[in-house]
C-alpha cells in the first residue's frame, strides 16, 4: 500500500469521486427496477379487475332476468307466510281464552278452602285478601262476557255471597259481645264515662265494614249496607234495655202520694233519664265514627238510636197525660221537662250533629201542654172560684187564694223555662191560647222568638194577671155569696193580705216590685167596701140641722171648735129648739146603735192580723174626729146622764183603737 501511494496511480480524492458515482448509478439502477415492478403489479390488478367487472355485468345481467322469475315464484308464498301468522295470532288468542276459562276455576280451588274455612280460622287480613281476589276475578269473568262462563261466574258468585254471610256473621258476633245492658246509675253517680267498644274491636268491625262498603259502592243497587242495619240491629236493642230502667223511673217517680201536692223541683227521674241518654247517644256516637266511612256517620247514628228515641217518646207522652191529669199542681214538670229535654238535645246536637229533629218530635206533646197551661192555669182559676158554693161568715182567706200564689211561688223556680215559653207566645198572649203550632215538631230556636223580650217582666205581667183573675173573681163570688158590703170587704181584703203576704215572704217579692200598685187598687176596692157602713154612720154625726126649711145649728148657736169646752158646748145646746134638740138626741142613738154593732160585728169576723189592723186605722180616721167634733158641740145636751150620749170623745177614740 505505501507503495502505490508513492507512485501516484491513486489519489484518494480520485478514489472518493469514483466510489460516489458508482454509489449513485447502482441507485438510480435500482429505482428504475421498484418502478418497473409497481408498473407491472398495478398493469395486473387492471387486468384482473376489468376481469371483474365482466364478470359482474354478466352476474347483474343475469339476475335481473332470474329477480323477475323469483319475484313470480316467491309472491304465493308471501301470502301463505301472512295467512299462517293471522292462524298463529288466533290459536295465541284461542289459547289465552282457554286460559282464561281454566282461570276462575283455578281461582276457585286456590281460594275457596280459605273463605270456606271461616275468618277466624283463616284470619281476618288473609281472609279479606281472599275475598278480594275472588271479587276481581268474577269481575273480569263478568266483562268476558262468554256463554261458558256461566258456571263459573255461579260458583264464584256463590263462593262470594257464603263469604259475604261468614263477615257478616263475624261482624254480628263481635257486636254482640258488648251487646249486654249496663246500669246508667253507675257510670251517672260516678262520673264514669260511658264505656265504648275497644280498639281491637273497632278495627276488625272497620275492616270488615270497609270491605262490604267496597262492595256495596260496586253494585248497581242502591241499598242500606248489610253492616249498617246489623249494628243498628245489635246496639240499637242495646241502648234501650240500658235505658228502659230510668224510662220507667221517670213515668213512676211523677206519682205522688199526695195528689194536691205541687210538684217540686228534680223530684222526677227525668234528670237521670237525660243524663243517661246523653251518655249513651254520645258513646254510641264514637263508636260510629270509628267504624263507618264520614259520609255514613249520621244515617247510621240515627238508624241506632231510633229505637231508643221511640222510647223516649212514649215516656214523654205518658208523662205528659199525667202532667193533663193533674196540671194545676204538676204542670211545673212540663216545664222542668221541657228545660232539661232542650238542653239535652242541644247538647247532643253540639257533640253529634244528628238528632235535633226527632227530640223536637218526642218533645211536641210537652211543649204543648206547656204553652197551653198558662192559659188553662188562669181559666182554672176562675172555674175554682166560680165553683165556690158558699163562704163561710167569717170570711176567711179561701185556700184557692194560697194555693194560687204557691203556684206562683214555685214558678219561679222554672223561671227559664216558662220564661222562654213567655217570649215565644209574646206578651199577653197567655190569655187566648188555645193550642201550639201543630206544624212546629223542631224544638223553638231563638229565631222565632222575640229577643229584645224580658222574661222576668213577662213572668211579672203573667202574675199580676194571675193575680187579678183571682181576686176579681173572689170580689164577684162574693157580691154574690155575700150580703153587706162589709163582709165582702173583709173577704176581698183577708184574701188579698195572703197574696201579698206570699209575694213579700217569696222570690217573688223582687220580680212583682213593678206590680204593687195594682195590688194597692184591690186593697182600696176592699177598703172601700168595708167602710160603707161605717161611712153611713159617719154621715149621722153631720150637724146640720133643717126645721121648716131654715138652717139651725151652726147658725144660731155658731159651731165650737173641736176641743171645746163643756160650757161652750152649753151655749150652743142652749141655742138649739126643742126640735133641733131632739135631732141631735136621736143622732146620738142612731150613732150608738150603729157604732155598738158596728164594733160587735168588726170583733167577730176572722180578719188577718194585717187586714183588722189597716180597718182599725181606717175608722178610727174617719170615726174619731167626725165624732169628737159632735161630742164637742153636742154632749151638754145629755148633761152626763149617758142617756144620750153614751161615749165621751176619748171612749170613742178607745173603742176604735181597740178594733185592731
Not at 155658731?558 to 142652749?574: D, F, H, I, L, Y
Request: positive net charge; contains cysteine.
Amino acid at each position: 500500500m505505501k507503495q502505490q501511494s508513492d507512485t501516484g496511480l491513486f489519489t484518494p480524492v480520485a478514489n472518493a469521486h469514483h466510489i460516489a458515482m458508482a454509489i449513485t448509478l447502482s441507485a438510480r439502477h435500482a429505482a428504475d427496477e421498484e418502478a418497473r415492478a409497481e408498473v407491472d403489479v398495478l398493469t395486473s390488478r387492471l387486468e384482473k379487475t376489468a376481469q371483474l367487472t365482466k364478470k359482474i355485468q354478466a352476474s347483474l345481467t343475469r339476475l335481473e332476468t332470474s329477480g323477475r322469475s323469483v319475484q313470480e315464484a316467491i309472491g304465493p308464498i308471501y301470502g301463505n307466510t301472512q295467512r299462517l301468522q293471522v292462524l298463529g295470532n288466533n290459536i295465541d288468542s284461542i289459547l289465552g281464552a282457554i286460559e282464561t276459562v281454566r282461570g276462575p276455576s283455578d281461582i276457585k280451588n286456590n281460594e275457596e278452602e280459605i273463605i270456606r274455612s271461616g275468618p277466624d280460622n283463616a284470619g281476618l287480613s288473609s281472609y279479606l285478601a281472599s275475598m278480594n281476589r275472588v271479587t276481581r276475578a268474577l269481575s273480569d269473568l263478568k266483562s268476558t262476557k262468554m256463554k261458558s262462563n256461566q258456571q263459573a261466574l255461579s260458583d264464584l258468585s256463590r263462593l262470594i255471597q257464603f263469604g259475604n254471610q261468614q263477615l257478616e256473621a263475624v261482624f254480628r258476633r263481635i257486636l254482640q259481645e258488648d251487646a249486654a245492658p249496663v246500669e246508667p246509675l253507675n257510670f251517672i253517680t260516678k262520673q264514669k264515662p260511658w264505656p265504648t267498644l275497644s280498639q281491637d274491636k273497632t278495627t276488625r268491625l272497620g275492616l270488615i265494614n270497609s270491605f262490604v262498603g267496597a262492595r256495596q259502592q260496586s253494585s248497581m243497587v242502591a241499598q242500606e249496607s248489610p253492616t249498617a242495619k246489623i249494628y243498628a240491629n245489635v246496639r240499637g236493642p242495646y241502648l234501650q234495655a240500658s235505658l228502659a230502667n230510668l224510662a220507667s223511673a221517670s213515668v213512676n217517680t211523677a206519682k205522688k202520694k199526695s195528689a194536691d201536692a205541687i210538684y217540686k223541683h228534680g223530684t222526677n227521674g227525668i234528670g237521670m233519664y237525660a243524663q243517661a241518654i246523653e251518655g249513651a247517644y254520645i258513646a254510641e256516637h264514637e263508636n260510629v265514627c270509628a267504624l263507618f266511612a264520614r259520609d255514613d256517620w249520621g244515617r247510621v247514628f240515627n238508624l241506632t238510636c231510633q229505637g231508643a228515641m221511640d222510647d223516649v217518646g212514649r215516656t214523654l207522652r205518658e208523662l205528659n197525660v199525667h202532667i193533663r191529669a193533674h196540671l194545676p199542681t204538676d204542670c211545673f214538670l212540663a216545664y222542668e221537662i221541657l228545660e232539661i229535654i232542650s238542653q239535652l238535645s242541644n247538647r247532643v246536637e253540639t257533640q253529634t250533629g244528628e238528632l235535633k229533629g226527632p227530640f223536637g218530635s218526642v218533645l211536641k206533646p210537652i211543649r204543648d201542654t206547656a204553652r197551653t197551661s198558662l192559659a188553662e192555669l188562669l181559666d182554672d182559676t176562675r172555674k175554682r172560684v166560680n165553683g165556690i158554693q158558699n163562704i163561710p161568715l167569717d170570711v176567711p182567706p179561701l185556700p184557692i187564694t194560697t194555693e194560687t200564689m204557691a203556684r206562683l211561688q214555685t214558678m219561679v223556680e222554672f223561671l227559664r223555662p216558662i220564661s222562654g215559653i213567655m217570649i215565644s207566645l209574646g206578651d199577653g198572649n197567655w190569655k187566648t191560647v188555645s193550642g201550639a203550632n201543630p206544624s212546629a215538631d223542631a224544638i223553638p230556636s231563638l229565631a222565632s222568638f222575640d229577643v229584645t223580650a224580658d222574661g222576668k217582666e213577662l213572668f211579672a205581667h203573667y202574675s199580676a194577671d194571675t193575680v187579678d183573675a183571682l181576686l176579681s173573681s173572689l170580689q164577684a163570688k162574693g157580691a154574690q155569696l155575700l150580703k153587706t158590703k162589709q163582709l165582702q170587704g173583709v173577704f176581698l181584703a183577708n184574701n188579698l193580705v195572703v197574696v201579698n203576704r206570699m209575694i213579700s215572704a217569696s222570690d217573688l217579692a223582687p220580680l212583682l216590685k213593678s206590680r204593687i200598685p195594682s195590688l194597692d187598687a184591690w186593697k182600696k176596692k176592699a177598703t172601700s167596701l168595708y167602710m160603707d157602713p161605717w161611712l153611713e154612720t159617719s154621715r149621722i154625726l153631720m150637724d146640720v140641722v133643717h126645721t121648716g126649711g131654715s138652717r139651725t145649728g151652726g147658725s144660731r148657736g155658731g159651731r165650737p171648735p173641736s176641743g171645746s169646752t163643756g160650757n161652750e158646748s152649753a151655749a150652743v145646746v142652749k141655742a138649739l129648739s126643742s126640735k133641733e134638740r131632739d135631732i141631735i138626741k136621736e143622732k146620738f142613738r142612731q150613732f150608738n146603735a150603729t157604732f155598738d154593732e158596728l164594733v160587735a160585728k168588726h170583733k167577730m169576723l176572722t180578719m188577718e192580723k194585717e187586714v183588722r189592723e189597716a180597718f182599725a186605722r181606717d175608722v178610727q180616721a174617719m170615726v174619731e174626729p167626725l165624732y169628737g167634733r159632735f161630742w164637742d158641740r153636742y154632749h151638754e145636751l145629755d148633761r152626763g146622764r149617758g142617756k144620750y150620749v153614751k161615749y165621751d170623745r176619748g171612749a170613742v177614740a178607745a173603742i176604735c183603737a181597740g178594733l185592731a
